[in-house]
């Protein structure tokens, strides 16, 4: 019999996250490791009227997971081909929900950066789409994460632990996780309200001094529908706007690299210089995967107080209560950004000691916490 939990978990993809309606067609990805959510989520859109494709990878089994197959022996004309299925149901299916199960979270990080880059050059049309039919709601995509080996491994917890703290997360132990899931949105609306019509955001503290103009651009309530777990304001700066530096007080992972110690410093939009304590080369190489992979393409303030332990998944991390994060490359279009770019890659800056937001002059956001007056 499923675990409750998983059954729960489920139903806030399909009907909070996912909205799923009779005749659509929803993209179901994931790792054979995700098994029994893959199970529950097939049955219960179905239940919905909708049509579930599955498209099931294989995780990390020996000697190589299904990625690092491809990036290990495509060569050039394969890194550069576009997935047919894939794009298919990215530019015509009505959602899709990812769920990451990884059970190697490392298997990729001696991949040579430049085939990295050259396969998410060629799979940035996919992300594009996803990205331009989500701003309309034409796709109703959802990104979410099941408990592996691997992930609690690198949380530092046992399978059991890591297994209660996505659940607790994503709060599928609620008698109604749902109602829960709304209650966040009229939580954040209160912040998303202030900061229309705003221009300027100063950020300030021992790891960030930082301008940035969000004129014009929207600012979104993100309460669990693109991504679950969630808690999270976030938006588009102008583009060439941005000024000052940063250094990241969480590493920053992408593609199984995890970048340690990141500073940046940023001129008029773009990332000018970049060091770090660990894996500077990947660093500068994924910034250098296109002309305008060095600008950003969001800036998020993270709201989720039950997430406080970093646990090296940016699903999780990003939402931290009392932190921001940046992602350099593509921006969502709904929040009026224009940055497009093969990478999103988010980085994690704690903002709750001696750390403050100032908008348009007017302190916003002190030690961790909203402090505007409503």
Not at 2 to 7: L, W
Not at 306 to 324: P, V
Request: proline share 4%.
């Amino acid at each position: 019999m499923a675990d409750i939990r998983v059954q729960k978990y489920a139903k806030i993809l399909v009907e909070h996250s996912t909205r799923v309606k009779p005749g659509d067609r929803i993209l179901l990805e994931g790792t054979t490791a995700a098994e029994p959510l893959l199970r529950e989520l097939y049955i219960q859109i179905l239940e919905k009227g909708g049509h579930p494709h599955l498209m099931v990878a294989l995780p990390g089994t020996m000697p190589f997971s299904q990625d690092e197959m491809y990036l290990t022996y495509a060569d050039d004309t394969q890194l550069d081909f576009v997935p047919t299925f894939y794009k298919l149901a990215y530019e015509q299916f009505e959602g899709r929900i990812r769920i990451h199960s990884a059970t190697n979270t490392k298997g990729t990080s001696n991949i040579d950066p430049a085939k990295s880059a050259r396969r998410n050059k060629a799979t940035s049309v996919i992300t594009e789409a996803q990205f331009r039919r989500g701003a309309t709601d034409e796709f109703k995509w959802c990104t979410t994460l099941y408990p592996t080996e691997a992930y609690a491994q690198d949380a530092n917890m046992s399978l059991q632990e890591y297994e209660n703290f996505v659940f607790g997360a994503v709060h599928a132990n609620e008698a109604d996780p749902i109602a829960f899931w709304n209650d966040v949105k009229a939580r954040q609306q209160a912040a998303v309200d202030f900061m229309k019509g705003k221009s300027q955001v100063t950020l300030r503290g021992p790891n960030v001094d930082l301008t940035l103009s969000v004129k014009g651009r929207t600012f979104m309530n993100s309460y669990g529908v693109h991504n679950m777990p969630d808690g999270e304001i976030y938006t588009g700066p102008v583009e060439e706007s941005v000024n000052g530096w940063v250094k990241f007080t969480y590493p920053a992972n992408y593609g199984g690299t995890s970048v340690e110690g990141a500073e940046i410093t940023f001129s008029n939009g773009r990332a000018t210089t970049a060091n770090a304590d660990k894996n500077l080369d990947f660093l500068l190489k994924t910034l250098d995967s296109d002309e305008r992979s060095r600008y950003l393409g969001e800036f998020a303030i993270g709201t989720n107080f039950d997430i406080q332990k970093f646990t090296g998944n940016i699903l999780f991390d990003e939402k931290i209560g009392g932190s921001f994060h940046m992602a350099f490359g593509a921006g969502y279009p709904e929040t009026g950004s224009k940055n497009k770019s093969a990478i999103h890659w988010d980085m994690i800056c704690d903002l709750r000691t001696d750390s403050e937001i100032l908008v348009d002059g007017e302190l916003f956001y002190k030690n961790g916490q909203f402090v505007f007056d409503k």
